[in-house]
């Protein structure tokens, strides 16, 4: 075979029940096509409202080589834009969170306000500022989450996001707050850890607390009539009748390439209320909630974006590609804005579970890795039902390569 992308995408298609080659894992050129393709093309998570409670407040969404500043301007909209100078390309900001007034460029004094237009560029009176404002990825927010596309070309996400809405409006977001938020860095390709995710064949031998409690870890018959009754008594035991109803709209499936979303509940095993270590609730009910239903809401916004919904809290896990071999895996977890630290909610017991199933993660992540990086890996078949997001996730994966590719080649780039 060629050591080419579009001979590993043509063997992967004809290989759809397979794991990927290594080759998409380890191969420079391949990221490159990912940061044109995914990364750049997609709606990603960047936060949530609560982290900018006031005008002047900003964080950065950095990802491949990209940065991003989320801030709140003057009026109280949030914005984005790219963390670019255009004047020579400096950063504007250095800081990964603050309140300011304006960036200030480091390097020449090119002075941008809150919604990133230009207001003074030293020295060069005769600079026609309006065309010089810092440059806007598409921001859309949807119940107080933030997501941002750099395709100025993309379609809007929020009619793919409404799909999710009956499961997801219960817990009333846009009155939440992030109580806690985790950067785990893992030294492996984002699709390392995307695809363990987006599988829970690994549950049973990776995660013992999790398996303990969420029943996604057995074969959906094993589990069918602790599902069948989480569902009948699911609307009397939380007062919304909404939550059962399911959405498969992810990857291909989804109307634009870089949106797609999937909603799905799940029973937690008899005995357990939400998602914490002994079961019990780590907070107070969230939004319309009524009380426990012994279910889980599952959630997919977007390709790298992902929510456990539990009646007290909500557990937002993002994947963001930092290089071709290392990944950010950061974990948002959000309560009802009102709950008070310390009188409502106790952090190490909020944040047990998702800590420590995602320790868990990165050590089998880092494994897989190290594996996949043999020239002797040989990818093995997935399993039928346990790994059909993964072989979903491939399917849309190839396309938007091979999207790429064929865009190159039609306009003459690469020759
Ligand atoms: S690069 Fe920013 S002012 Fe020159
Ligand atoms: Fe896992």
Redesign the pocket.
């Known amino acids: 075979m060629q050591n080419n992308p579009e001979s590993y995408i043509a063997e992967q298609r004809l290989n759809p029940n397979r794991a990927m080659h290594g080759y998409f894992y380890r191969s420079p050129v391949v990221f490159e096509l990912e940061r044109d393709q995914i990364l750049t093309r997609s709606w990603l998570f960047a936060g949530h409202v609560s982290q900018l409670p006031r005008a002047g407040d900003y964080f950065l969404f950095e990802l491949a080589g990209e940065s991003i500043i989320i801030s709140r301007d003057e009026t109280g909209e949030i914005q984005a834009q790219l963390n670019v100078?255009?004047?020579?390309?400096?950063r504007?900001c250095e800081a990964k969170s603050g309140n300011t007034r304006t960036f200030v460029?480091?390097?020449?004094?090119?002075v941008y306000s809150l919604d990133g237009a230009l207001k003074s560029?030293?020295e060069m009176p005769e600079l026609e500022k309006s065309k010089f404002g810092l440059l806007k990825p598409q921001l859309e927010t949807f119940h107080g989450l933030i997501f941002v596309n750099c395709d100025p070309g993309a379609p809007s996400f929020l009619p793919e996001l409404e799909c999710i809405d009956d499961g997801i409006s219960g817990h009333n977001l846009e009155c939440a707050k992030v109580a806690d938020h985790r950067t785990y860095q893992v030294n492996a390709n984002w699709k390392l850890a995307l695809e363990n995710y987006l599988e829970c064949y690994h549950c049973a031998t990776a995660h013992r607390a999790y398996a303990k409690s969420h029943t996604l870890k057995a074969p959906y018959q094993e589990v069918a009539s602790l599902n069948e009754a989480m569902m009948s008594r699911s609307q009397a035991a939380t007062g919304i009748s909404t939550l059962t109803l399911e959405v498969q709209r992810g990857f291909s499936d989804a109307d634009s390439p870089g949106g797609g979303v999937e909603y799905s509940r799940y029973a937690l095993y008899p005995g357990y209320l939400t998602g914490s270590e002994d079961g019990q609730p780590v907070a107070p009910l969230m939004g319309s909630y009524l009380g426990f239903d012994e279910g889980a809401g599952d959630f997919q916004m977007g390709p790298l974006t992902f929510m456990l919904g539990y009646p007290d809290h909500c557990v937002v896990y993002r994947f963001t590609p930092r290089s071709l071999t290392v990944t950010d895996m950061d974990v948002f977890w959000l309560v009802r804005a009102d709950a008070q630290e310390g009188r409502d909610y106790d952090i190490s017991s909020l944040t047990w579970l998702w800590d420590h199933t995602t320790k868990e993660d990165e050590y089998i992540i880092l494994r897989n890795a190290a594996g996949v990086s043999s020239k002797f890996f040989e990818p093995g078949p997935l399993h039928q039902e346990y790994e059909m997001l993964n072989r979903k996730f491939v399917r849309w994966y190839l396309d938007r390569l091979g999207d790429g590719l064929s865009l190159a080649q039609s306009s003459g780039a690469g020759t």
Not at 105 to 110: F, K, R, S
């Open positions: 100078c255009r004047h020579r390309g400096a504007v460029c480091p390097y020449h004094g090119w560029a030293r």
